[in-house]
């Protein structure tokens, strides 16, 4: 089945492409700009098209930033500790970001013909986002059956949806993904700071060899 | 209730913004550009934001363009008559056109704590549209409600859901909408080319004087 897949170049949404491959028909990877401080995971992504040999789009969203900046984000002045967890939401995040990927995403599929939007949600996301969560998911596809109605056809895949990250890089070893050549850092450095231990500790509790270099050894 | 109303600069969207400044707050106009012929309704959308005193974004999306047209699009080759509905539908519409521009402005919703999103789908779109059908609308501010759970909370509101354009009409006139001020045709003309009968007819039924300056008498 001929599968768009969301790739932002990471290690999720890379070890996704590979698996789609592996199961499904894979149309192209689909990465979005949307003024992300990380731009070298678009580049991750370009580079993963190629590895594959399939078609690379880079949708420029960027525009949509000024419009999606509430004041805590623009002000620029770190939310304040002991706020409630809504509040640093709020402060951290783009507001409404997955369901806009996906619709545009679900746009590209249906323009293409294509079966399925692959996306790379996955567990250890749920607490903190809640559009990552099955809930969401389920809806989300749900949403999009009655908006396509009659018309195109498209079917949401999210298979690391109750996986964790240790889980994926399992999955990723078994399908020879290339980790050195994902990125999972948030930061714009050369190499992964490594600050940030989630990548580190997936490969640990995986027993999968970490190729990663990390600036914070 | 802070609303931020889709406004496409049409008829049936600029009697909705009147409608919620006359029961909620109207917080902004959202216009989105996506490269439509018939530009000329955005600079109607700028004028009923002047006339209301309200805030009015354009967001460009035009770049999806090239992402969202498919084969039919692209061609520049007129469906053939006798095809199959489905066929005319994928050749004419742009894909997932609703749900994208909803959660954009759900998003701008979401960054400016606002409590609504209102959408003008009407009754009459119901045959032709998927997303604008009852089912869709209702499914789509399900999906919302969880993706945004615990963060913001955004309403969906569509007052004319169930409206005929002729009771869009009536609900107009009674607000003193200014309906020369509103821009239905989707030909690029100085003056509404007056072939498609949709706006005329809706004014007739509701009986409400007509002032719009039609090239066809």
């Not at 040999?53 to 623009?74: E, K, N, Q, W, Y």
């Not at 714009?188 to 060899?209: I, P, Q, S, Y």
Request: with cysteine; net charge negative; aromatic share 8%.
């Amino acid at each position: 089945m001929k599968t768009v897949v969301v790739c932002s170049g990471g290690l999720d949404s890379v070890t996704l492409a590979y698996l789609v491959r592996h199961e499904h028909i894979l149309d192209r990877l689909v990465t979005f700009d949307y003024g992300q401080r990380h731009k070298v995971e678009i580049e991750y992504a370009a580079r993963a098209a190629a590895d594959l040999g399939v078609r690379h789009d880079i949708v420029d969203i960027s525009m949509l930033r000024p419009f999606l900046a509430g004041s805590a984000l623009t002000d620029n002045v770190p939310v304040p500790d002991g706020h409630y967890a809504e509040d640093s939401m709020r402060a951290t995040i783009v507001p409404n970001r997955n369901p806009i990927m996906l619709t545009i995403a679900y746009g590209i599929a249906a323009a293409d013909d294509a079966d399925f939007v692959a996306a790379a949600v996955h567990g250890g996301d749920h607490f903190i986002y809640p559009d990552c969560r099955p809930e969401f998911i389920k809806a989300f596809a749900a949403m999009q059956d009655l908006a396509l109605d009659g018309v195109w056809r498209v079917g949401l895949l999210t298979p690391f949806v109750d996986k964790s990250k240790a889980e994926i890089v399992t999955i990723g070893a078994g399908l020879n993904v290339p980790f050195e050549r994902t990125w999972s850092c948030y930061r714009g450095g050369e190499v992964h700071c490594g600050t940030c231990t989630e990548r580190r500790e997936a490969f640990a509790l995986a027993g999968v060899a970490d190729p990663t270099d990390y600036a914070d050894r």
